[in-house]
């Protein structure tokens, strides 16, 4: 079955990094679209960047390059590299691939002081 497990949130001081990641199985990653969402309690969720098969970047205007996201195609794995985290970047974060409809369990990102 679809499996999509992100890792690599964590506590984090204003300012500083994370990355996070995403292992996809159960579904031909390499020809998938692969998305970043992130949702805060009582909000919805929302898109921060996507990334193409072919490896074509494209992102939220609100980020104003602080994140990048890539893949890697023999790992199944989409990742988003985070810097100058604010604490407005605290919020859950999900993976998803255009093929299938389905969500992981997401990884908590807390930027506090």
């Known amino acids: 079955q679809v499996q999509l497990v992100e890792s690599g949130g964590g506590l984090v001081q204003p300012g500083g990094s994370l990355r996070l990641s995403c292992a996809a199985s159960g579904f031909t990653f390499s020809i998938s679209t692969m998305r970043w969402y992130r949702q805060v309690p009582g909000k919805e969720r929302e898109l921060v960047a996507l990334i193409s098969t072919g490896g074509i970047p494209t992102y939220q205007a609100f980020l104003k390059g602080r994140f990048t996201i890539s893949r890697d195609n023999a790992k199944s794995t989409v990742y988003l590299q985070m810097n100058s985290l604010k604490p407005e970047d605290t919020a859950v974060y999900y993976c998803?691939?255009?093929?299938?409809?389905?969500w992981g369990k997401g990884t908590l990102v807390t930027v506090s002081s």
């Open positions: 998803k691939s255009d093929l299938m409809n389905a």
